[in-house]
Nanobody, 120 residues
Framework: VQLQASGGGLVQPGGSLRLSCAASGSIFSVDAMAWYRQAPGKQRELVATITNSDSTNYAESVKGRFTVSRDNAENTMFLQMNSLKPEDTAVYYC???????????????WGQGTQVTVSS
């Protein structure tokens, strides 16, 4: 199973970006998915989570600005980021809890990260 994160880039304060995280490989089901971020010199922090029934949770710092969603048919998760601030600058990582067989265990996989830089 591989997770591919994409969509990062350089954006001015107040701007928007949309990140994607696509899971591929031997997949029976994808359960919870999540976005994390890590800024230079800081610990990785949880940004948003989404279950396979579209229940979501957000870090307080992004509530009202970020929206997480998913396309279960494509095993893909998105993060729409609006009203971006310089403090949102970080490498954004995604993870997913995946079962490769119907009666097999669930494993957590991570994507490689995509850089988001908010600067004028």
């Amino acid at each position: 199973v591989q997770l591919q994160a994409s969509g990062g880039g350089l954006v001015q304060p107040g701007g928007s970006l949309r990140l994607s995280c696509a899971a591929s490989g031997s997949i029976f089901s994808v359960d919870a998915m999540a976005w994390y971020r890590q800024a230079p010199g800081k610990q990785r922090e949880l940004v948003a989570t989404i279950t396979n029934s579209d229940s979501t949770n957000y870090a307080e710092s992004v509530k009202g600005r970020f929206t997480v969603s998913r396309d279960n048919a494509e095993n893909t998760m998105f993060l729409q980021m609006n009203s971006l601030k310089p403090e949102d600058t970080a490498v954004y990582y995604c993870n997913a809890d995946v079962k490769s067989r119907s009666y097999g265990p669930r494993y957590r996989y991570w994507g490689q990260g995509t850089q988001v830089t908010v600067s004028s």
